[in-house]
């Protein structure tokens, strides 16, 4: 028996030490990543100005123009597109799969649902450059299609299986006398579903769209063949324009390391990274507000 104890004991220990010997490798990399990218990207300001490079949309590396406004502009609108549409459209799906649709139902649309998320990127360019873009381009009479209104019609469908998965997690988890308590007083079940139900999963449905816009201003291929590619500012949502990740791809294969070009693009990662703590911090203030509640 004591044999067995220190066996246990000693197991105990290793394990410890083992997990905080991951945390402490995780977080070195993580901390790497940022002073790379960091470091690579700030040098750009060594010969360029910080004022040009988020104020103009002049983007030309070889007359020394790193304007960056339009890249930045069209990651934050192809955004806000998709969530204004994939938005809406998540919360009535959650909302069917976990308070109106039988339970045969939900049996298979859940699956279905988390199965798009596996679906790769580019399969769902490949169809916003064959369906998408030619009906914008049919029904606006944009010349190409290409353009904003393309690139967050792809980026909402992309984001429907976040929004859809954590908000009906959500309100399946709320206390069923809620809702028993709603319909007892006389309110009618979309009375109870809307003035009950959804604010009381307010903080898990405000998650679910703060992990949306991190998946869609992170999105690289499926923008990259949908917008357009153009360094060009959108003067419509039919217009082709460009994003962070888009240009990003586009040209960091073809710019020398350490050059103000190549820097110029590691800042656009730096944005694109700082963007994605502050989601993260957004998500977890969201997550302590609804505990409390």
């Known amino acids: 028996m ?14 410890r030490y083992l997990f905080i010997a991951s945390a402490v490798l995780v977080s070195l990399i993580i901390v790497s990543i940022i002073w790379f990218v960091g470091n690579q990207g700030l040098a750009t300001f ?17 007359n020394g123009n790193y304007g960056a406004l339009t890249f930045i502009t069209g990651s934050l609108a192809s955004t806000l597109i998709a969530v204004l549409i994939g938005g809406p459209l998540g919360l009535a799906g959650a909302i069917f799969m976990a308070k109106i649709a039988p339970p045969w139902l939900r049996q298979i649309m859940r699956p279905a649902t988390d199965l798009f998320a596996g679906i790769p990127s580019v399969v769902y360019g490949y169809v916003g450059i064959t369906v998408f873009v030619n009906i914008i381009r049919e029904t606006t009479g944009s010349p190409t299609g290409f353009g904003l209104l393309a690139s967050g019609v792809v980026l909402s469908i992309m984001i429907l299986p976040t929004i859809i998965s ?9 206390p069923t ?3 028993e308590a709603s ?18 999963a307010t903080p898990g449905i405000l998650t679910a769209l703060i992990l949306a816009i991190a998946r869609a201003i992170g999105e690289t291929m499926a923008v990259q063949m949908v917008i357009g590619n153009s360094s060009r500012f959108p003067n419509s949502l039919v217009s082709p324009t460009s994003t962070l990740t888009s240009n990003i791809v586009m040209e960091m ?4 390391f350490g050059s103000t070009w190549n820097n ?30």
């Open 2 to 15: 004591p044999q067995s104890r220190s066996i246990v004991y000693f197991n105990d220990r290793l394990f």
């Open 46 to 62: 060594r010969e360029a100005s910080i004022i040009e490079f988020f104020t103009s949309s002049v983007w030309n590396p070889s």
């Open 264 to 293: 110029a693009l590691f800042m656009m990662a730096l944005i694109l990274l700082i963007i994605s703590l502050i989601l993260i911090l957004l998500v977890r203030m969201t997550a302590r507000r609804g505990a409390k509640q």
């Open 253 to 256: 294969g073809n710019t020398p």
């Open 166 to 174: 954590l908000t009906e997690d959500t309100l399946r988890s709320l």
């Open 183 to 200: 319909l007892a007083l006389g309110a009618t079940r979309w009375q109870t579903i809307w003035r009950v139900l959804v604010p009381a």
């Open 177 to 179: 006398t809620y809702e």
